[in-house]
């Protein structure tokens, strides 16, 4: 990680994002093989979320791996670096107290514990 660089802390917290919601921000991870039907259990569940004016995003593995991930492949090392980035990123949206569907192949049982990491830290620093 390079030395040079700060985190730059916003006036608002994520409790005030989430009050503004009326919402927690949470991460809902679903994870299975290919078409096991993660991403249509995402899209019913955002639905029914938005029925009852909850904000949501989905992030898909498909859909990251056009983008934010598009360098990667799908071996182990890949893998785990797909799921380190996907984390980061629910990790910034959660703190924007949104509800996170995320649905990914993530066949690693260390990698999805990195990612419990990341979320219950940043959820125990903001308590």
């Not at 593995?61 to 934010?68: P, T």
């Not at 090392?77 to 949104?98: H, K, M, P, S, W």
């Not at 996170?100 to 066949?107: C, D, I, K, N, T």
Request: aromatic share 8%; charged share 25%.
């Amino acid at each position: 990680m390079a030395t040079n660089i700060t985190w730059h802390s916003s006036h608002l917290t994520r409790a005030d994002r989430e009050g503004l919601l009326n919402q927690r921000g949470v991460t809902l991870w679903f994870t299975g093989l290919s078409g096991a039907g993660k991403s249509t259990l995402c899209c019913a569940l955002e639905n029914e979320l938005f029925a009852n004016k909850k904000s949501t995003y989905i992030l898909d593995g498909d859909n990251i791996r056009h983008g934010l991930c598009s360098d990667l492949g799908f071996g182990p090392g890949d893998r785990q670096e797909n799921i380190r980035r996907i984390g980061e990123v629910c990790n910034l949206f959660t703190d924007a107290g949104l509800i996170v569907l995320a649905a990914f192949v993530s066949p690693y049982k260390v990698d999805r514990d990195n990612v419990r990491q990341l979320l219950d830290k940043d959820q125990k620093d903001d308590d």
